[in-house]
């Protein structure tokens, strides 16, 4: 997932950060209100973790902003705010979450999957996506392919929860590198064709069907069972 954090606590915003980048995501950080009302409106992001005492913007005008100009990624409100009308406030501005500091950063992190995978049109109440006999569970972090377990790096999840929530569509390379490593496209890396190459090794290898695909001059799919 790409993910903006608003956030003027440098240690809340440096935790965050190196943990979901751990978890695999990539990161953008504002500090400040203006900053983040303009990266929220201005960026793609698959989630928002925002505070709601901001210096310049507050965290409440953010969201009303964001709403009211038909922007629907989801928001998670993080804050020291904990009394009830801080919360339903909160969510009535907009915010699809409100979770209140201090906080433990699993929660944190299943809360921000299931946000994302209900604006993806994801059943909340099943938190895996699957391609034929392969299971990702975005909950427990576990791949499966039949009675397997695989393990995988970060960003080998990464890339194929991307697949995975785009089924059935051809994606690009640029698409990968925008969404899964942050890059702007640059024609002559092979970062792509790299770490596809090691997923499939793990996916794929020893097993009659392969999931991943490669569209000659085009990219890659997960195909839908027909």
């Known amino acids: 997932m790409r993910i903006l954090v608003v956030e003027d606590d440098s240690a809340v915003a440096g935790f ?6 751990e978890s695999g995501h990539n990161v953008d950080v504002a500090s400040e209100g203006k900053q983040g009302l303009f990266l929220a409106t201005t960026e793609q992001y698959d989630a928002i973790v ?24 989801p928001v998670l409100i993080l804050s020291a705010k904990n ?63 039949g009675t397997q377990n695989i393990e995988l790096q970060s960003k080998e999840f990464r890339l194929l929860e991307y ?11 640029t698409m990968l590198l ?15 064709d790299v770490h596809i190459s090691r997923l499939r090794q793990k996916i794929d290898k020893g097993f009659e069907h392969s999931i991943i695909e490669t569209i000659r001059g085009a990219g890659y799919r997960i195909p839908t069972e027909s």
Do not use: C
């Not at 965050?16 to 980048?21: E, R, V, W």
């Not at 992190?109 to 569970?137: C, G, H, N, P, Y």
């Not at 697949?163 to 390379?173: E, F, S, W």
């Open 83 to 145: 009394k009830v009308d801080d919360k339903v406030k909160g969510l009535r501005s907009g915010a699809d979450d409100y979770l209140t500091k201090p906080f433990a950063f699993e929660e944190l992190l299943a809360r921000l999957d299931i946000l994302v995978a209900r604006s993806m049109q994801t059943d909340v109440k099943d938190t895996k996506l699957r391609a034929f006999d392969l299971e990702l569970d975005l909950l427990t972090r576990e791949v499966n392919r």
């Open 163 to 173: 697949m995975l929530r785009n089924k059935g569509q051809v994606i690009t390379r």
């Open 178 to 192: 925008e969404h899964v490593w942050d890059y702007h496209f640059d024609p002559q890396t092979n970062v792509i």
């Open 16 to 21: 965050l950060n190196k943990g979901l980048a």
């Open 50 to 73: 925002l505070d709601r005492m901001l210096p310049g913007v507050d965290g409440i005008t953010i969201l009303n902003t964001l709403r009211a100009s038909e922007i629907k990624t």
